[in-house]
Nanobody, 118 residues
């Protein structure tokens, strides 16, 4: 059974940093693509970043490029999202996802709340 556990969220002032974690069990993160999404209050879920399982290539949404960095630690079977220079617009629930099949992600973390104050 695949399980993704998110952690690392919190309250931070604008300009601050957080590192989110996505710890996987039942699946080896280095073999699969893992993505981060966020859902702002009252809005739909939005793609943030992804890392390919095949070669570790990362890609980012335009609104986080240069500020967020995705990485993984194969020894811990964990994927990270380092978020720097946060703004209030980055506020939301961040969730990781994996198991992209037929256009959808099958497995999701429970999400972690990020709140950025101005």
């Amino acid at each position: 059974q695949v399980q993704l556990v998110n952690s690392g969220g919190g309250l931070v002032q604008a300009g601050g940093s957080l590192r989110l974690s996505c710890a996987a069990s039942g699946r080896t993160v280095s073999n699969y693509t893992v993505a981060w999404f966020r859902q702002a209050p009252g809005k739909g879920r939005k793609f943030v970043a992804m890392i390919l399982g095949s070669d570790g290539t990362t890609s980012y949404a335009d609104f986080v490029k240069g500020r967020f960095t995705m990485s993984r630690d194969n020894s811990k079977n964990t994927v990270y999202l380092q978020m720097n220079n946060l703004t209030p617009d980055d506020t939301g629930v961040y969730s990781c996802a994996s198991g992209f099949t037929s256009g959808i992600y099958r497995y999701w973390g429970q999400g972690t709340q990020v709140t950025v104050s101005s």
